[in-house]
């Protein structure tokens, strides 16, 4: 399958969103006992040909959550306090979680590489989800993640196919 532009991503995605919503409500109600090897095998097939690197639409448009152990394991990378940490680069949300002050990513380099890559937060460590274990109880995420990652797309379209449902 070829990787969806960026450009194409947001159309493709939303004229995929109601269909991929039925997809997940059906899923739910009757999950496959192998989703969860099903998906690492696609996570894994798909990133085996995804660069990251070459897209990072997620740091570009998104922020991830921060947890008080992400925020512990930053701060002492960036030599500061946590609450230095917190004040220079978090705000609070409406979900009363951290999360970054702006958008794109503070973190962001010109090259789309990330400053604190070694010590990021786990959100951004995990982000897609798409290899999560219960797949099945994360589908509200994957489907605000689909307009933004075109691995995520392809996840889900592959997925389709293989496990019809």
Known sequence: MLKPSLNDLGKLAKDKQLENKKYFDKLKKKTPKNLDCVMQDLHD???KKTDCLECANC???TGPLFTSADIERISKHLRQKPQQFI???LRIDED??????TVPCSFLDSDNTCFIYDV????????????RKK??????????NIPICPAAYNIV????KKMPL
Do not use: S
Request: net charge negative.
């Open 135 to 144: 797949f099945q109880q994360i589908t509200d995420i994957t489907l605000k």
């Open 45 to 47: 097939a798909e990133f």
């Open 96 to 101: 009363k979680d951290y999360v970054l002050q």
């Open 120 to 131: 990021r937060p786990k959100a951004c460590r995990e982000f897609p989800h798409t290899d």
């Open 157 to 160: 379209e592959e997925m389709k």
């Open 59 to 61: 740091c570009k448009t």
């Open 87 to 89: 004040e220079q680069y």
